[in-house]
Structure formats: C-alpha cells, structure tokens
C-alpha cells in the first residue's frame, strides 16, 4: 500500500537555527513528489516537485533533495516567517489520479 | 498567476439547511479536487473529477455530492448540513500529468 510519513510531527527552532524536515515514502513507482508550505485557516502553497533521485530545488532558505526511499527539506537560517505546516505528498504510478499527502510537519521558528 | 476560487470564504449555517461551495478555476485544469481538513489534522480527499461530467468519491466518506458540468467549475453541495460537518473544505486543480495541485484559499464551514 502506497504510504507517506513525515518526521517530526511538530518542530520549535530558533531563529537562524538551521534544520531538516523529513518525508519518508513507499509507493509503487513514484512520479512524482511535491512539497506544499500550510498556514493556518488556508489551502496549502505548492513549494517543490521532485521526479527522481539526486533531484535538488532551491528557494530561499528551503532546499528539498530526493532519494529513493526518502525526501528532505532543508532549511537554513530561517526566520519567523517561515513557521507554518509543511506537507509532503507523492503521485504514483500505481494511482497516476491521486496525490497522496502526508500529515505534515509543523515548524515553530522563534525569535 | 494560478487562480483558483473559493466562495465563500466563511460559512455559518443551521442544521438541516442545504448548502454549496463553490469553486472555480481559471488555468483549464482537467483534474478538479475536494479535501477536508479539520484545524491542524490531514487533508482527506471527499471527491475528484478528471474532466467534465466525470465524478468519483474520494477516499473519505461523505454526505457531500459534486458536480462537474463546466471545466472550470467544480461545485459541492451538502443537501442537508449536520454539525458533523463542521470542518474546513479545500478545492484543488491540476493538470495531467505528475504536477502538483493548486490549492484555493479554502471555505470554513461551521454549523449550528
């Protein structure tokens, strides 16, 4: 069964303190994977796709990596703005229709 | 820039009453979506639609019924609202193909 978990459910950072989100999947035969930014009371902001392992995008303090198995998103430095829900979400072949979402990490970034 | 409505933005309403949430888009997206989504759980699809006059329910149980007659337009009606209800619902569009969605703002729905 195709599945997504991300870790950790919830994360308090200060300010500048750089840290990693991680979005672990099994699916059959991946398409795709994308990562959306959430903020309270509103539709979630499409962020990143990434289609195969080694892929790596970029913009402005987030960077997200793919591997086989696994999915990151790094973020350097950040600032309070940056506090939100971030989902993680895989389309695969198995369902090519269907996005299947994760239950989100929760980023805390005190000043 | 992707544009996707939503209306309305909230709602409050008593038991029983019939209701519609509205969405349209505006980028020609075939593939239209429904989640819900209670505050700071996961989203959960209710129902999807591949083109026009095509329907099918989501993964998620629901007392809802949608409609897609237009390309652009992916309406969802509760022909009788229960607290139950209570929750926020997202509509999202995307194109064929591995892309990701494009969420609209949402329509908080609250009833009474």
């Known amino acids: 069964e195709d599945q997504v978990t991300q870790s950790p459910e919830a994360l308090r950072l200060q300010e500048g303190e750089s840290s990693s989100l991680n979005c672990s999947y099994t699916?059959?035969?991946?398409?795709?994977l994308f990562w959306y930014r959430q903020d309270p009371g509103k539709g979630p902001e499409f962020l990143f796709t990434?289609?195969?392992a080694g892929e790596e995008k970029e913009k402005e303090r987030l960077k997200a990596t793919l591997t086989k198995k696994e999915s990151f998103l790094h973020i350097t430095a950040p600032k309070p703005e940056d506090s939100a829900t971030y989902l993680c979400a895989v389309q695969a072949g198995s369902s090519a229709s269907k996005i299947i979402f994760g239950s989100g990490t929760r980023l805390s970034i005190r000043p | 820039e992707a544009d996707i409505y939503q209306t309305p933005r909230y709602l409050v309403i008593g038991t029983g009453k019939k209701i519609t949430l509205e969405c349209s888009q505006t980028?020609?997206?075939?593939?239209m979506y429904w989640y819900q989504q209670d505050p700071g759980m996961e989203l959960h699809l209710i129902h999807y639609?591949?083109?026009?006059?095509?329907?099918e329910k989501g993964d998620l149980s629901s007392e809802s019924t949608v409609s897609r007659i237009r390309t652009e337009h992916f309406p969802l009606t509760l022909e009788s609202a229960r607290p139950s209800h209570t929750s926020q619902y997202l509509c999202a569009s995307s194109q064929q193909g591995p892309y990701g969605y494009t969420f609209g703002s949402g329509t908080r729905l609250t009833v009474v």
């Open positions: 990434l289609y195969s």
């Open positions: 639609s591949y083109g026009v006059n095509s329907t």
């Open positions: 699916v059959s035969g991946l398409r795709g």
């Open positions: 980028m020609g997206h075939d593939k």
